[in-house]
């Protein structure tokens, strides 16, 4: 990820992305459950490079 702002790291997002990986859940599915969630609460936020391939 490429920015010139840095933004401090949220261990317990980090966590839960640990956590989707030992479930054996792909990026793939994390990246589409957040952005069906973000659209079913009504909020958009750039997803696109926060969960890198």
């Avoid at 840095?6 to 317990?12: A, F, L, Y």
């Avoid at 859940?25 to 952005?35: K, Y």
Wanted: no cysteine; proline share 2%; hydrophobic share 35%.
């Amino acid at each position: 990820m490429n920015t010139k702002h840095k933004s401090p790291i949220d261990k317990e997002w980090i966590s839960l992305i640990k956590e989707a990986k030992d479930l054996g859940l792909t990026i793939e599915e994390v990246r589409e459950f957040l952005l069906s969630s973000s659209v079913e609460l009504g909020t958009t936020r750039k997803l696109t490079g926060f969960i890198d391939d």
